[in-house]
């Protein structure tokens, strides 16, 4: 069963730095490219940026280019987002996502932003 768990969120003032992780498990992760979503409350779900299968080409939303950067790391089965210089409007539950044949979501991770 396909499963990805997002963790490392929380608070954190303006213009800190926080890393997400998501560890993938129960299908081929090297074959999949891995995208980071975001949803603010009131807001719809946003892409922030993906990343291809083997790691060569990313790729961000314009809010969040420049300080944020997705790595990945295949021999863990792990996509990370490490976010930099954070504003109070990067404030959302953020997401990854798997695509390759299929689509898999995992459950989310708060990150808040505030003094």
């Known amino acids: 069963q396909a499963q990805l768990v997002e963790s490392g969120g929380g608070l954190v003032q303006p213009g800190g730095s926080l890393r997400l992780s998501c560890a993938a498990s129960g299908f081929t992760f090297s074959n999949y490219a891995m995208s980071w979503y975001r949803q603010a409350p009131g807001k719809e779900r946003e892409l922030v940026g993906v990343?291809?299968?083997?790691?060569?080409?990313?790729n961000y939303a314009d809010s969040v280019k420049g300080r944020f950067t997705i790595s990945r790391d295949n021999a863990k089965n792990t996509v990370y987002l490490q976010m930099n210089s954070l504003r109070p409007e990067d404030t959302a539950v953020y997401y990854c996502?798997?695509?390759?044949?299929?689509?898999?979501w995992g459950q989310g991770t708060q990150v808040t932003v505030s003094s």
């Open positions: 990343i291809t299968s083997a790691g060569r080409t990313t």
């Open positions: 996502n798997a695509k390759y044949v299929f689509s898999y």
